[in-house]
């Protein structure tokens, strides 16, 4: 049976940011954050689990199907949690969400097969359970950066593909962040090109 990969998929402005300043549930992407995502919206790919009709399909929807499809959980950070809460009673995810807190919660079952799970015992508990679900697929680290520097701080990383936005936010989130010295090797798997964003596609390790 194939072994399940631990993988980053995400978007990113050209200085490094994954959303701009004063981020926060009101304000889900930060100050001009929202443009980061604008090579996705009118893509079939994107409109599909968002339940909508019809959407361009090209290269760029095919990398997001095959993103999307390849997972069969997703862990993410409890400020994530919170700015896509507000996607309400049937959110894009349609699969079990692991998310890291501090907080106590119940588990929360959405329509259309997206569950949320809050873990409080660290980034491997959570890793352990998506993976129980996950069988075969992968795991998908949906982020954000806080979450994603403690899976390369901890070395639990597999893949990752950057988008790589044509844009700089000059301040917000950044995504690696907070590595300090840490040698981080990473081989370069493929580099795919289109209109608006340059997909980036790396193995960690040598
Ligand atoms: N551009 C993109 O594609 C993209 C993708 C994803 C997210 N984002 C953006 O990224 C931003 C959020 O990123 P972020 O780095 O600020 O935060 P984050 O990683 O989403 O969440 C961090 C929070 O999660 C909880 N947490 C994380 N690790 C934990 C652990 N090991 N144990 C217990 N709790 C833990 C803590 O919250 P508590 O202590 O409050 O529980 C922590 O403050 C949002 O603006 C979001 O929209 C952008």
């Known amino acids: 049976m194939r072994e399940g990969k631990v993988v980053l998929d995400i978007t990113m402005s ?44 090209n290269n760029d929807s095919e990398i997001l199907d095959e993103a999307f499809n390849r997972s069969g ?16 009673d049937d959110p894009p995810f349609h699969k079990p969400v692991f998310v ?5 919660r119940e588990e929360l079952v959405k329509k259309g097969g997206t569950t949320f799970t809050f873990v409080t015992d660290g980034i491997e508990s959570a890793l352990e359970q ?25 070395g639990l990383l597999d893949e990752m593909q950057i988008h790589v936005a044509p844009m700089m936010l000059g301040g917000g989130v950044r995504l690696f962040d907070r590595l300090t010295s840490q040698q981080i090797d990473l081989k370069k798997t493929g580099v795919i090109d289109s209109p608006q964003v340059t ?6 390790g040598n």
């Open 130 to 154: 998506a993976r129980s679900v996950a069988g075969s697929k992968d795991v998908a680290i949906a982020g954000g950066a806080n979450t994603v520097q403690q899976f390369i701080k901890a």
């Open 14 to 57: 050209l200085d490094g940011f994954i959303a701009g300043p004063n981020d926060g549930p009101e304000n889900p992407l930060g100050d001009g954050g929202e443009r980061l995502h604008e090579w996705v919206y009118d893509l079939a790919a994107f409109r599909q689990p968002h339940g909508l009709a019809g959407g361009e399909t």
């Open 100 to 104: 890291l807190t501090h907080e106590d």
């Open 199 to 204: 997909h980036l596609r790396f193995r960690f």
């Open 73 to 88: 959980a997703i862990i993410c950070g409890k400020r994530m949690f919170d700015a896509a809460d507000g996607w309400g």
